[in-house]
């Protein structure tokens, strides 16, 4: 039997070894080992138990001292020993033996210039399905020509750490070893931690190669190839928007920017399907069938048809696909320098202007401080929404200081010129909270495309004395008073109070966490009364 070389791995006997799968095998598989269900589309269909979300808190990067004085320490990247992390992976290796074990062996990042070949070694049929769809799948030369992977993982949800003996914070742990290429997950089967995991390792890697990796969507005009990216957390809208049917879609969620342009790290899309319809996302809708993952979607046994508006599994149902499943895809996945960049929000207060024009330093501002609302679902105990700064946009899974990124930023939005927009694709008219609606999804998009096209070019705007933003007064194809953040509330006293409120969170969370950047920065965000 051909094992590929997971010796090396301290995998030893394994009762079969199987690698580059294709989806009909990998599904065929799946369903054998009674890992899912398919659907009435065709798809791979799988409930992850208790771990439906990322679990940041079991998050870990081995400090070695190597990588030391380079990793952003703290909440976000919490060190573990080397030692400990040889114990957890070879106690996850010695789980693995005497089983059915898969291998995927892509790669990461559309240029190949910066491309990481990465092996992907997964207990489950189903993850390895999901990994196929998510990377670069290489073509048979390549795979023939593999040779070494530039990282190895190690992939067990059903190897559970003990807290206490492995020195980890529960069943669950997610480790990085930059140091020695190699990454381990167990305890968890949230194929999401696989996918942000290879994320997390291209966030560090790409920096030493002049490339500014980005937590974004991207796409691109399929005329002159003028290409936008989107930055936004999950659930700000980077995959709804990036769908573009006028526009080739570049990628859906990671990025890299070189002195080339943008490139997907990725070969594949992992959209979020709660309230899924076919009206208001068809590119995704219609991605869901043979070949694709879908995650605790609740589906009738009988008729296998998902109801895609059931969040009591969770909030965060998802499929994984490859991106050729989007009609207007871009192959390769690369474009031009970015003309347009927009920064996604999903704003709970309800105050944030739905579209602002931002100058290069409150571009940089909006940047570190990375404002949202976490949407209920996206980490396991959050089930409502919550309003948070994530630096970068991504601050998970940044392991550098963000400084580091920063400046890249800084550096590109000078050397091209690139503007920035804000747009907030929260709630409008009132707070979450409140029971307002979060604004529609073709007014946004109405405005992502005058932002893109130049419209806003030719149109005045006025300034928001609170946040320090201009806003246009009108925009083609939405109402001129949806564009009016305070206009849009009954209660113009509530509206200030919320607003004030926001702004000051704004000021205190700066302070707190960038104190040293440049003042032109720092003065130019929100202006609390």
Known sequence: ????????????????????????????????????????????????????????????????????????????????????????????????????????????????????????????????????????????????????????????????CDPEVDGVNSEAAIMIDYEAHMIVICGSQYSGEIKKSVFSTMNYVMTKENVLPMHCSANMDPVTGETAVFFGLSGTGKTTLSADPARKLIGDDEHGWSPDGVFNFEGGCYAKCINLSAENEPDIYNAIKFGSLVENVVMDPETREFDFDDGSLTENTRVGYPIDYINNAAVPSRGGIPKVVIFLTADAFGVLPPISRLSREAAMYHFVTGFTSKLAGTERGVTEPQPTFSTLFGEPFMPMDPAVYAEMLGKKLDEYGTKVYLVNTGWAGGSAASGAKRMKLSYTRAMVTAALNGSFDTIEFKHHDVFNVDYPTECPNVPAEKLDARGMWEDKAAYDAQANKLAQMFADNFAKKYPNMPKEIAEAGPKPL
Do not use: C
């Not at 791995?9 to 080992?33: C, W």
């Not at 992850?48 to 990067?61: A, E, H, L, M, V």
């Not at 990461?108 to 491309?115: H, I």
């Open 1 to 160: 039997m051909e094992t590929y070389g997971i010796e090396k791995l301290g995998i030893i006997g394994p009762k079969a070894v199987y690698r580059n799968l294709t989806p009909a095998q990998l599904t065929e598989a799946a369903l054998r080992r009674g890992e899912g269900s398919l659907s009435n589309t065709g798809a791979l269909v799988v409930t992850t138990g208790k771990y439906t979300g990322r679990s940041p808190n079991d998050k870990f990067i081995v400090d070695t001292e190597g990588v030391h004085n380079e990793i952003a320490w703290g909440k976000v990247n919490r060190p573990i020993s080397r030692e400990k992390f040889d114990a957890i992976k070879g106690k996850v290796a010695a789980y693995l033996q005497g089983r059915e074990i898969f291998i995927f062996d892509g790669m990461a990042g559309a240029d190949p210039k910066y491309t990481k070949k990465f092996r992907i070694v997964n207990e489950l049929a189903s993850q390895n399905l999901f990994i196929h769809d998510l990377l670069i799948r290489p073509t048979a030369e390549e795979l023939a020509n593999f040779g070494e992977p530039d990282y190895t993982m190690l992939v067990a949800p059903g190897f559970k």
